[in-house]
């Protein structure tokens, strides 16, 4: 858990934790004829390359692949550079993206441009 301490004389306070940084996770599987890569944790430019490397391979060998986002708490520019290179790379959709992300890639106009669905079967289907 995060401990915040505040500073006394005019000295700044600092946020420390004792807990290791953001952990990321990838579970990979076929959907309906499609190569599922879902993605859980924090992405930003320091935890992505695991998760390019999982898009690229599959972007290779299979037509379609879904990045479930479901499980991702947090991300910022990287994932947004990632989607964009995946969807040139390959045939990725992306399903399931939670609000911050939703509200990510709208702002930016990725949404646009990424094929985005409710569900991982949905976007499998797409």
């Not at 301490?5 to 420390?16: D, E, F, I, L, P």
Request: with cysteine; glycine share 8%; net charge positive.
């Amino acid at each position: 858990m995060p401990t915040l301490t505040s500073g006394v004389g005019g000295k700044r306070g600092s946020v420390r934790s004792s807990e290791p940084g953001p952990t990321t996770a990838l579970r990979q599987y076929e959907c309906r004829g499609s190569w599922v890569v879902a993605a859980h944790g924090s992405y930003d430019m320091h935890s992505t390359p695991p998760l390019a490397e999982a898009l690229g391979a599959a972007a290779r060998k299979h037509a379609k692949v879904v990045l479930d986002a479901s499980g991702v708490d947090f991300a910022d520019s990287a994932l947004l550079n990632l989607l964009i290179r995946a969807n040139h790379a390959g045939n990725l959709r992306v399903a399931a993206p939670p609000a911050q992300l939703r509200r990510l890639l709208a702002i930016s106009g990725i949404d646009t441009v990424l094929v985005i669905r409710e569900t991982v079967t949905e976007a499998a289907a797409a």
